[in-house]
């Protein structure tokens, strides 16, 4: 089985004036810095509500090895989201 990369984002994560700065490499996009609106003991809210779409990510720790990241915004007026579950797994070696 031959497997493609159709996309790729890069994502860093640093502190800018006492807050936490996401920025955003997407594949074949311009890059996005979204900062922190919400940040508790089990998640992490992102918000640039200057962007086209998406205008806010956020991650939320639901078990020790899961976690829950999604982003959405306003597309034509409607709201829009979309969520990528996300499992711990071992790399073989």
Do not use: N
């Amino acid at each position: 089985m031959r497997h493609v990369l159709a996309g790729h984002e890069f994502v860093l994560l640093a502190e800018r004036d006492g807050r936490l700065a996401s920025e955003a490499h997407p594949s074949d996009q311009p890059s996005t810095t979204f900062m922190s609106k919400e940040i508790d003991a089990t998640s992490v809210v992102f918000e640039d509500p200057t962007h086209d779409f998406p205008q806010r990510a956020g991650y939320r720790r639901v078990a020790a090895d899961r976690m829950l990241a999604w982003i959405e915004g306003t597309v034509s007026g409607r709201l829009r989201r979309q969520e990528f579950p996300l499992q711990r797994i071992e790399c073989p070696k």
